[in-house]
């Protein structure tokens, strides 16, 4: 069973760093892609930065500099290192794996599975 478990969430201020973990269970995590997504209030969920089934790293241009996705295949988690927060990054981050194959990882709609959550809050 896929099973994806988020941690590292909290209330930062600008400029400050956080790092997002996901424990992954039921598959292996370098098998498939996987990526962090993130929802504000009132807006549409989008992709942050993922990793392909074939090692590519992706980042939506909004965090390129400033994020960075890693995985500990020994761990079967991945990680996200927030770094230089905005409060304009303040939203739920969510953990999401593509198991089908057949969808960019930074498309949330190609995603089958995801965790509950965590949430970000960048005070300014």
């Known amino acids: 069973q896929v099973q994806l478990v988020e941690s590292g969430g909290g209330l930062v201020q600008a400029g400050g760093s956080l790092r997002l973990s996901c424990a992954a269970s039921?598959?292996?995590?370098?098998?498939?892609?996987i990526g962090w997504f993130r929802q504000a209030p009132g807006k549409e969920r989008e992709g942050v930065s993922c990793?392909?089934?074939?090692?590519?790293?992706y980042y939506a241009d909004s965090v390129k500099g400033r994020f960075s996705i890693s995985r500990d295949n020994a761990k079967n988690t991945l990680y996200l290192q927030m770094n230089t927060l905005k409060p304009e990054d303040t939203a739920v981050y969510y953990c999401?794996?593509?198991?089908?194959?057949?969808?960019?990882?930074?498309?949330?709609?190609?995603?089958?599975?995801w965790g509950k959550g965590t949430l970000v809050t960048v005070s300014s």
């Open positions: 990793i392909s089934s074939d090692g590519y790293t």
């Open positions: 999401a794996t593509d198991q089908d194959g057949g969808s960019w990882c930074l498309d949330y709609r190609g995603m089958d599975y």
């Open positions: 039921g598959f292996t995590l370098d098998y498939y892609g």
